[in-house]
T-cell receptor, first 109, second 113 residues
Framework: GQNIDQPTEMTATEGAIVQINCTYQ??????LFWYQQHAGEAPTFLSY??LDGLEEKGRFSSFLSRSKGYSYLLLKELQMKDSASYLC??????????WGAGTKLIIKP | IAGITQAPTSQILAAGRRMTLRCTQD?????MYWYRQDLGLGLRLIHY???????GKGEVPDGYSVSRANTDDFPLTLASAVPSQTSVYFC????????????FGPGTRLTVL
């Protein structure tokens, strides 16, 4: 079966750095996405990785290792507004997105 | 530019009733999707449409139907609602670009009693 694993909840301090991990087992791989979802709102796109390595976009970076079935989202200089759920999703061989359950990130002052 | 709109925002429905959730996009995206999101579970694909006139079943299609008469609209119908269909429903679309990013509507919160 297809499976996306990520921690249920993480806590971090304002101004600090946090890394959210995602491991996957899917039928085929056509890219990995990270989305942010604030409570009561729709998911919004953060990043897309299809090749191994690190993609940096401002305070957010995303890393992919296809051989290990592993990705992480790195958030730097955390702000209170970063409190949200972070969803990992993999585009499978049928070009459908398989979603993890999401990681709820709590930022403390 | 609205992006994707969904209606209604929320609805309480008696079991056994028929309900249609509406979704409209103005981005001329070919692909559209319906997901449900339940606490502790990831987004689960109900139905999708790769282009107007075609639809396909996702992971959890039972009890739901869709149509895609044109590019912009992708309604989701519950023929006879059951309490297990209580959920938040998101419609999404994608233009099929290099990263196939999906854009989401604001969601419909449905409660079936």
């Amino acid at each position: 079966g297809q499976n996306i694993d990520q921690p249920t909840e993480m806590t971090a301090t304002e101004g600090a750095i946090v890394q959210i991990n995602c491991t996957y087992q899917t039928s085929g791989f056509n890219g990995l996405f990270w989305y942010q979802q604030h409570a009561g709102e729709a998911p919004t796109f953060l990043s897309y990785n299809v090749l191994d390595g690190l993609e940096e976009k401002g305070r957010f970076s995303s890393f992919l290792s296809r051989s290990k079935g592993y990705s992480y989202l790195l958030l730097k200089e955390l702000q209170m507004k970063d409190s949200a759920s972070y969803l990992c999703a993999v585009l499978d061989s049928n070009y459908q997105l398989i979603w993890g359950a999401g990681t709820k990130l709590i930022i403390k002052p | 530019i609205a992006g994707i709109t969904q209606a209604p925002t929320s609805q309480i429905l008696a079991a056994g009733r028929r309900m249609t959730l509406r979704c409209t996009q103005d981005m001329r995206h070919n692909a559209m999707y319906w997901y449900r999101q339940d606490l502790g579970l990831g987004l689960r694909l109900i139905h999708y449409s790769n282009t107007a006139g075609t639809t396909g079943k996702g992971e959890v299609p039972d009890g739901y139907s869709v149509s895609r008469a044109n590019t912009d609209d992708f309604p989701l119908t519950l023929a006879s609602a059951v309490p297990s269909q209580t959920s938040v429903y998101f419609c999404a679309s994608s233009g099929g670009g290099p990263d196939n990013e999906q854009f989401f509507g604001p969601g419909t919160r449905l409660t079936v009693l």
